[in-house]
């Protein structure tokens, strides 16, 4: 099985930052890696798929990179709305989770 | 628009059993793979299980697999989720979800439906 580990496991920030999660994976998954955005209460939100590729809808201030082994989700200047937990998601051998970085203030 | 919308949870006693269904709207439900993920109270997600479209392709995490039973009623636009000998560790929040092909990745997701197992 594919282990996704995930740092910071949280981390505190303010608005206007700019925040760098990252995801390593156990063994190489090529590009199938997806972030994901959940808030409290709620279903978690496809930010990017394909290591890169910004889901339609989602402000341009997030961005993925990474191929193989290591993976970054990046959000260039921290907004209100993004406090929340972000997930990494690798979909080459069916579907692992990574634990998850709580972005709070 | 895209709705799934889950339902079929509850308080459930150790070793018993469950059906979760999640209801599909707003796009070709046949076209679409589907999954089911979980979330423990205050853990992360976990995957549990997908069905490609046909059903012809089922696959399991290795957590539940034996006692969890994923499957489809295309002319429902349905998707259960069959639990048997629950355990306390099987509460939590079981979204549906559906699948993107080729990427894998999970676009829309339903609201969850909590379960709770508890004597």
């Known amino acids: 099985d594919i282990q996704m580990t995930q740092s910071p496991s949280s981390l505190s920030a303010s608005v206007g930052d700019r925040v760098t999660i990252t995801c390593r994976a156990s063994?190489?998954?090529?590009?199938?890696l997806n972030w994901y955005q959940q808030k409290p209460g709620r279903a978690p939100k496809l930010l990017i798929y394909a290591a890169s590729t910004l889901e339609s809808g989602v402000p341009a201030r997030f961005s993925g990179s990474g191929s193989g082994t290591h993976f970054t989700l990046t959000i260039s200047s921290l907004q209100p709305e993004d406090f929340a937990t972000y997930y990494c998601?690798?979909?080459?051998?069916?579907?692992?989770f990574g634990g998850g970085t709580r972005v709070d203030i | 628009q895209v709705h799934l919308v889950e339902s079929g949870g509850g308080l459930v006693k150790p070793g018993g059993s469950l059906r979760l269904s999640c209801v599909a709207s707003g796009f070709t439900f046949s076209d679409y793979y589907m999954t089911w993920v979980r979330q423990a109270p205050g853990k992360g997600l976990e995957w549990l299980s997908y069905?490609?479209?046909?059903?012809?392709?089922?696959y399991y995490a290795d957590s539940v697999k034996g006692r969890f039973t994923i499957s489809r009623d295309n002319a429902k636009n349905s998707l259960y989720l069959d639990i048997d000998s629950l355990r306390a560790e099987d509460t939590a929040v079981y979204y549906c979800?559906?699948?993107?092909?080729?990427?894998?990745?999970?676009?829309?997701w339903g609201q969850g439906t909590l379960v709770t197992v508890s004597s």
């Open positions: 998601q690798q979909t080459y051998t069916t579907v692992t």
């Open positions: 979800a559906r699948r993107v092909a080729i990427r894998g990745s999970f676009d829309y």
């Open positions: 063994h190489s998954i090529s590009s199938f």
């Open positions: 069905i490609s479209n046909t059903a012809v392709t089922i």
